[in-house]
T-cell receptor, first 113, second 109 residues
Framework: SQTIHQWPATLVQPVGSPLSLECTVE??????LYWYRQAAGRGLQLLFY??????ISSEVPQNLSASRPQDRQFILSSKKLLLSDSGFYLC????????????FGSGTRLTVV | AQRVTQPEKLLSVFKGAPVELKCNYS??????LFWYVQYSRQRLQLLLR??SRESIKGFTADLNKGETSFHLKKPFAQEEDSAMYYC???????????FGTGTQLKVEL
């Protein structure tokens, strides 16, 4: 069966420090991969999505970037964190051949101090 | 651009009462709609899809293209239904989902 792993679960980072959040999927091939940010009262905002290795689409301008170095690995990064980057980040995958919706990871709570 | 609107941030009902969580969408193409649910301390998970026309945990949702709505309904609320509910619209390439802001459902005894 397919599983999605996301880590770390929580992270406290100082302003100006770099960031790397990792997401991996098991049990499937060529998944579509997504990074969302969930904020109270604002729902889920799509940050990046990827339909293949090295293919990244950005949905909103921001201080973050994403990479997909392997088929089932999706990384969210920043060179210098801002206070406004604090939030709850969710990774998700979907099967492009089927319309079963998304499967989400457990999320990362990022606090920038 | 597509948009999903969930007008209620919080909906509080008594156990056994009917539930209706509202969702309206704006999209020029043919919509595909979903409801996701997040129970306390659990992952966000798919509840149901409009194309399946299914009932999950007693919940149903009918796509009304005339009113551009996809309201989630359940005739008799249970305490375990208390959760955050998100409506989502699939649009554009990459199977992207646009989510609403969510409605917190609280079922009181």
């Amino acid at each position: 069966s397919q599983t999605i792993h996301q880590w770390p679960a929580t992270l406290v980072q100082p302003v100006g420090s770099p960031l790397s959040l990792e997401c991996t999927v098991e049990g499937t091939s060529n998944p579509n991969l997504y990074w969302y940010r969930q904020a109270a009262g604002r729902g889920l905002q799509l940050l990046f999505y990827s339909v293949g290795i090295g293919q990244i689409s950005s949905e909103v301008p921001q201080n973050l970037s994403a990479s997909r170095p392997q088929d089932r690995q999706f990384i969210l990064s920043s060179k210098k964190l801002l206070l406004s980057d604090s939030g709850f980040y969710l990774c998700a995958w979907s099967d492009p051949q089927r319309n079963y919706g998304y499967t989400f990871g457990s999320g990362t709570r990022l606090t920038v101090v | 651009a597509q948009r999903v609107t969930q007008p209620e941030k919080l909906l509080s009902v008594f156990k056994g009462a009917p539930v209706e969580l509202k969702c309206n969408y704006s999209y020029s193409g043919s919509p595909e709609l979903f409801w996701y649910v997040q129970y306390s301390r659990q992952r966000l998970q798919l509840l149901l899809r409009h194309i399946s026309r299914e009932s999950i945990k007693g919940f149903t949702a009918d796509l009304n293209k005339g009113e551009t709505s996809f309201h989630l309904k359940k005739p008799f609320a249970q305490e375990e239904d208390s959760a955050m509910y998100y409506c989502a619209l699939k649009a554009g390439g990459g199977n992207k989902l646009t989510f609403g802001t969510g409605t917190q459902l609280k079922v009181e005894l």
